[in-house]
């Protein structure tokens, strides 16, 4: 299953079930035969614009977020102003360091795949790094130099 499907399963049962903790929501997965890991299923969360809401018990639930235009590039830029120390571009790959004792990584690499960007392969993240693969050479160093240009303040 690729993550697009894999958010579509969450925000249909994110819709038919009182999900109150990503654990719970990790259950629900692993019951359609999907596995995930915590992080991953934050980063979906965040991608999907799901929050938390007050339920009239009392209690927290995970519901979509009000319908809003979205400009996936802006929240990019600003999360790499704001939480971004190092760009690098190694052949046709960029890494990208989050400032010291960030667990930003993940979030980022979600942030980087909703841009939907043909030459953006695809994102690996850890911890407090990421790495995000290019279909070639010259697409690696454009995308590293947008980063770099907002890293620098040019953007």
């Keep these: 299953m690729n993550y697009k499907e894999r958010r579509q399963l969450i925000y ?23 596995s995930a890991t915590q992080a991953t299923i934050s980063r979906d969360i965040h991608a999907l614009h799901i929050t938390k809401v007050p339920g009239q018990d ?22 790499v102003a704001e939480r971004v120390a190092t760009v690098s571009c190694v052949q046709f790959m960029v890494v ?5 004792k960030l667990t930003y ?18 994102t690996l993240a850890g ?14 160093q454009k995308f590293a130099q947008s980063l770099q240009a907002v890293l620098t303040g040019r953007v």
């Design 12 to 34: 249909e049962l994110v819709q038919k079930n009182k999900v109150e903790t990503q654990e719970q929501l990790l259950g629900l997965l692993k019951d359609q035969g999907i």
């Design 58 to 79: 009392g209690r927290s639930y995970y519901a979509k977020a009000p319908a809003a235009v979205v400009d996936k590039e802006f929240q990019l830029r600003q999360a």
């Design 96 to 100: 990208i360091k989050t400032s010291m």
């Design 105 to 122: 990584a993940p979030v980022l690499a979600g942030m980087i795949d909703d841009l939907e960007d043909e030459s953006i392969v695809g």
């Design 127 to 140: 911890t407090d790094t990421l790495l995000a693969v290019c279909k070639d050479e010259a697409s690696a």
